[in-house]
Nanobody
Framework: QVQLVESGGGLVQAGGSLRLSCAAS????????MGWFRQAPGKEREYVAG????????SYADSVKGRFAISRDNFKNTVSLQMNRLKPEDTAVYYC???????????????????WGQGTRVTVSS
């Protein structure tokens, strides 16, 4: 079955950096756009970043634009999220997800994703 496993979360001070990784298996990973979402305590899950199946197109939520960078390695079946200049409001559980339909571009709606990882927690202290 399809599995997405995130790693790289942790505790970091404001202004610091973290790199999240998501390892995918059970699907021809390279055919599907991928995304990162996050859910802060007491809030709804929200879109963070997305990358097309080729990796040629990326998109970001306004709140992270210029600070976060999404990338993928289709040979290693991984997608990463480089997070720089972290802020306390970036504290959340971060999830990677795979878009339902192959050969697509970036998607920002949760309903367009069919497989999700278990999440990795990021805590940014002030």
């Amino acid at each position: 079955q399809v599995q997405l496993v995130e790693s790289g979360g942790g505790l970091v001070q404001a202004g610091g950096s973290l790199r999240l990784s998501c390892a995918a298996s059970g699907r021809t990973f390279s055919l599907y756009a991928m995304g990162w979402f996050r859910q802060a305590p007491g809030k709804e899950r929200e879109y963070v970043a997305g990358i097309s199946w080729t990796g040629g197109t990326t998109s970001y939520a306004d709140s992270v634009k210029g600070r976060f960078a999404i990338s993928r390695d289709n040979f290693k079946n991984t997608v990463s999220l480089q997070m720089n200049r972290l802020k306390p409001e970036d504290t959340a559980v971060y999830y990677c997800a795979s878009v339902t339909d192959p050969y697509g571009s970036t998607r920002s709606e949760m309903t367009e994703y069919d497989y999700w990882g278990q999440g990795t927690r990021v805590t940014v202290s002030s």
